[in-house]
């Protein structure tokens, strides 16, 4: 059954999230070499909140910035993109940053300076203080609760809080192995994911958040084989409480188990430019359209459109597209012009 739309309320944000933004630095080429950087807003949940942002949604973001000129960066771009930013300035830690390297025509790496950055403080408090204003959907991810214990808190508060009052949960796994193990993130993320509505994960995800158990309980219904491994998982996720288990597949497409079926879909041809952000672009069209009450066929194009734009143009979320474009991939035949 495809749920209600999600109804925009004046004044509202549909969607909140919270997390923390640093200044990526961004190099065409190996950083041993030197060279020029370019200088980015880089973040999953602000990735998020720009993608949905720009889709027409009204959109909070919240974190905590240090009293230097990376963070009023951050503020001011995320502003920009007209996304209610609910901060703290922390003067006694500076604002993480992030060097991504582009290593080879396939190969990019990140190196972290964010260890006892101004964004790992957030706590409780912040989260009350965006919670002020409402939300319809608050979207997490596993990258905020890797950052410190006081982070985790405030991300098992926030998750529980938004369910206890009846909010959508979108959580997105998203690990990242230079912030913690699989093992510690296991611990977290697996008690974590019972108040999600929306379990968000790549293929090499989902064991995190499930052990795996006797398949069944997802049914078929679409497209596209899901191996026994991940349709036990689901089976899984879906008997413990979460609605829609999301799996992202990167270039093979995505698919979603719920109770009453399966869907697939495939990857949006394009030119490959830069795979940075594409998990969160594909997570903002999905939760625009669930926003604008599309079914799961539906979101799931939305957000297989979105990743297509953002693997097809430079930066996490800067080539993420307005509603308007959206009929540029898949219309417009490639490499052409519009004129």
């Known amino acids: 059954m495809t749920p209600d739309p999600v109804l925009p309320v004046p004044g509202i944000p549909e969607l909140l999230t919270f997390g923390e933004s640093m200044v990526s630095l961004r190099s065409a080429g190996p950083l041993s070499a030197g060279g020029s950087l370019g200088m980015h807003v880089a973040g999953a949940e602000s990735n998020v909140a720009v993608g949905v942002a720009r889709l027409g949604h009204r959109v909070g973001w ?11 960066f951050i503020l001011r771009q995320l502003r920009g993109e007209g996304i209610a930013v609910h901060h703290r300035e922390d ?59 006081e982070a985790r808190r405030a991300v ?9 009052e009846g909010l959508e949960v979108s959580l997105d796994v998203n690990y990242r192995s230079k912030l913690w193990s699989r093992e510690e993130a296991r611990a977290v993320l697996t008690p974590l994911a019972r108040h999600a509505s929306i379990l968000i994960a790549s293929d090499d995800e989902l064991s995190l958040v499930a052990a795996g158990g006797a398949a069944g309980g997802a049914g078929s219904a679409g497209a596209g084989p899901a191996d026994d491994a991940e349709t036990a ?32 879909t495939p990857a949006v041809p ?3 430019i830069d795979t940075v952000g594409a998990g969160d672009a594909f997570t903002a069209g999905y ?14 194009q939305r957000g297989a459109l979105a990743g297509a734009f953002a693997v097809s143009t430079a930066g996490d979320w800067e080539g993420l597209p307005r509603r308007g474009e959206l009929a540029l991939l898949g219309a417009t035949p490639s490499g052409t012009t519009q004129r």
């Open 156 to 164: 098992e508060y926030a998750a529980a809080r938004a369910a206890g």
């Open 287 to 300: 939760l625009s359209a669930l926003l604008d009450g599309e079914d799961v066929a539906g979101r799931l």
């Open 62 to 72: 919240a974190g905590v910035v240090g009293a230097d000129p990376h963070g009023e």
């Open 233 to 264: 998982m689901a089976a899984e996720l879906l008997d413990r409480g979460v609605r829609e288990v999301v799996v992202k597949r990167g270039a093979a497409g995505a698919g979603v188990h719920t109770a009453s079926g399966r869907w697939e």
């Open 270 to 272: 394009v030119t490959s």
């Open 91 to 149: 003067a006694g830690r500076g604002t993480g940053v992030m060097f991504l390297e582009q290593r080879t025509a396939d190969v990019t790496r990140a190196f972290y300076y964010r260890a006892g950055s101004a964004g790992s403080t957030l706590d409780r408090d912040d989260v009350d203080r965006a919670f002020r204003n409402g939300a319809r959907v608050l979207h997490l991810t596993g990258i905020t609760a890797a950052l410190s214990q």
